[in-house]
């Protein structure tokens, strides 16, 4: 079982940055990949970006590609994705999850944080 707290959320003007953080309970945080998803409102979730086990593999959407890093601290059960070069078409709720399969299916994940807003003014 893992639990998973997401922060860092806010309001940003365009072009500024946010790094949001999740941290995870339980001593098995090194046994899973991680991924990052972001939901508009009345849009589906959306997959944004995903890390290995190690952290030596990533994955991004085309749309973060070379604005977001995600990465990852192990010995801190922790998840990051900085996000860099902000857009208003970036404003949704940010969820991070946990799972052992996949990487940007949301099926492939086991276990969902609760959430944090991020706002990007124009």
């Known amino acids: 079982q893992v639990q998973l707290v997401e922060s860092g959320g806010g309001l940003v003007q365009a072009g500024g940055s946010l790094r949001l953080s999740c941290a995870a309970s339980?001593?098995?945080?090194?046994?899973?990949?991680m991924g990052w998803f972001r939901q508009a409102p009345g849009k589906e979730r959306e997959f944004v970006a995903a890390?290995?086990?190690?952290?030596?593999?990533?994955y991004y959407a085309d749309s973060v590609k070379g604005r977001f890093t995600i990465s990852r601290d192990n010995a801190k059960n922790t998840v990051y994705l900085q996000m860099n070069s902000l857009k208003p078409e970036d404003t949704a709720v940010y969820y991070c999850?946990?799972?052992?399969?996949?990487?940007?299916?949301?099926?492939?994940?086991?276990?969902w944080g609760q959430g944090t807003q991020v706002t990007v003014s124009s």
């Open positions: 999850a946990a799972g052992e399969a996949g990487w940007r299916s949301p099926k492939a994940y086991d276990y």
């Open positions: 339980g001593r098995t945080f090194s046994s899973y990949n």
């Open positions: 890390i290995s086990r190690t952290g030596s593999t990533t």
